[in-house]
């Protein structure tokens, strides 16, 4: 709950100072306050000129903007504006990572100041976290025109049962992951049980776009296969050579026409 920093807000800002000098967009820190009083930080992107669509651009674990701002050059260069909040307990932001169940309230929030700061369209790309994230936010009211989500998975307790059990012997790990959720519980008032995509995206009418990479380890691709039975309307791309959130860097040409196609005719 505690994701150990691995990006240092200077660094962050080096990255900003560099998407403004080759993209012409102007960029700025940019906070809210959660419902329960917790700040949350992020940049927003601008291209030249202005834009009455935007993306919210959503990290990993353990990440920041930093990994977000990747995404910013394709979106930018096809006329959307960028948001990229930081995940409560990443970053610059407070809290601490509940896996969705206070972040798909905060998403929400980040909507609507991205719709009261100009964007009349406003779509969702998440990585990881960051796409399970989106798509619980989705049963909270979060009206995006459309959403991708990469390498996300279907419940917080099968992913943490997958990934301990990469560690040490499966029964043991699911025995750890118990004793982590009740810990929670108990400690932070926090059910990381809850932290169920699957679930939430079962009655949404949003349009999703599940991308998962084939070779993927750490979150597996039948999460993305159990996101998609949920709801007939997603669709689900697997990506051959793939790793954990690589579908760009596997295929980009593809990816960034998937995407943006996606987005286009929503």
Partial sequence: MHPPVTRHPSDVAVLVRDVETSTGAKAL??????????????WWLVPPGGADKAVIVCHGVGDSAMGSLGFSWMFLRHGYAVLTPESRGHGQSGGFATYGILEADDV?????????????????????????????????????QAVVAESAYANFPEVADDRVGNV???PLAHLLVREAL?????????????????????????????????????????HS????????????????????????????LEFENRVLAWFSVR
């Avoid at 009349?120 to 796409?131: A, D, H």
């Fill in 225 to 252: 296969m159990e996101i998609a039975k949920a709801n007939p309307a997603i669709e689900l791309w697997i990506v051959p050579g793939a790793r954990h959130t690589g579908a760009y860097a596997a295929a980009p």
């Fill in 108 to 144: 929400v929030d980040w909507l609507r100041w991205t719709r009261a700061h100009g964007a009349k369209e406003v779509y969702g790309l998440g990585e990881s976290l960051g796409g399970a994230i989106l798509l619980q936010s989705l049963a909270r009211g979060a009206d995006f």
């Fill in 168 to 170: 040490v012997w499966p």
């Fill in 182 to 222: 009740l810990y929670a519980k108990l400690r932070h008032n926090v059910d990381l049980a809850e932290a169920q995509p699957e679930r939430a995206v079962a009655r949404t009418r949003v349009p999703i776009l599940l991308i998962h990479g084939a070779d993927d380890r750490e979150t597996l691709p039948k």
């Fill in 29 to 42: 820190p940019v906070s809210i306050t959660a419902k329960d009083g917790v700040l949350l930080k992020g």
